[in-house]
């Protein structure tokens, strides 16, 4: 492939991100209020819920920034934007999998647990639709998503910790 051919399809990849990024870029404040509310997580964990949402909401406004001005960045910064895309992805993919690590450490396997699982599937999914323009972005992100509540299975009681660290993985490789 040519120079000028990699650079058109990077500046194309990068617009299909952009394009796809920025409707969700405020999905994980989102569900991480509603998982919060829903659970009653706030009242154990105040700061780690407030740190939670306010890592989302930065990342959701740098990301919303990056996707609505990506034809005034890109063009002249394409590696700082690439960059800053792919922070926040992870950053998105952590909080997410940190705050599914806190919900098992603190309720167990209950219906709590039951909640983030669902919306965690529904996380990697969405992620699969708007970031299957580039491998390099969506692979970390699955393992990320994904990853870190099988580390979260794991800390729950032995009998439970195998059933849903198997579910876990097993959708983690279906995902990649």
């Not at 040519?2 to 920025?22: C, D, H, V």
């Not at 964990?45 to 306010?54: H, K, Y």
């Not at 960059?83 to 926040?88: A, E, G, Y």
Request: charged share 10%; with cysteine; net charge positive.
């Amino acid at each position: 492939m040519t120079p000028g051919t990699a650079a058109g399809s990077e500046n194309r990849i990068a617009r299909l991100l952009a394009r796809r990024g920025a409707p969700g870029s405020l999905a994980y404040l989102a569900f991480t209020g509603l998982v919060v509310a829903l659970t009653g997580l706030w009242k154990p964990e105040p700061v780690l819920v407030g740190v939670a949402l306010a890592v989302n909401l930065l990342a959701g406004l740098v990301r919303r920034r990056l996707c609505s001005g990506f034809d005034s960045i890109y063009p002249d910064h394409p590696r700082l934007w690439a960059s800053l895309f792919m922070v926040t992805t992870m950053v998105f993919a952590v909080a997410w999998g940190g705050l599914v690590i806190q919900i098992a450490m603190t309720y167990g396997m209950g219906w709590e647990m039951m909640v983030a699982m669902l919306i965690t599937t529904g996380l990697a999914s969405g992620g699969i639709s708007a970031l299957s323009a580039d491998a390099r972005t969506v692979i970390p992100y699955l393992v990320a998503i994904l990853g870190l509540p099988v580390i979260a299975a794991a800390t729950l009681p032995i009998g439970q910790s195998i059933q849903l660290t198997i579910l876990f993985l097993s959708y983690l490789f279906y995902c990649l």
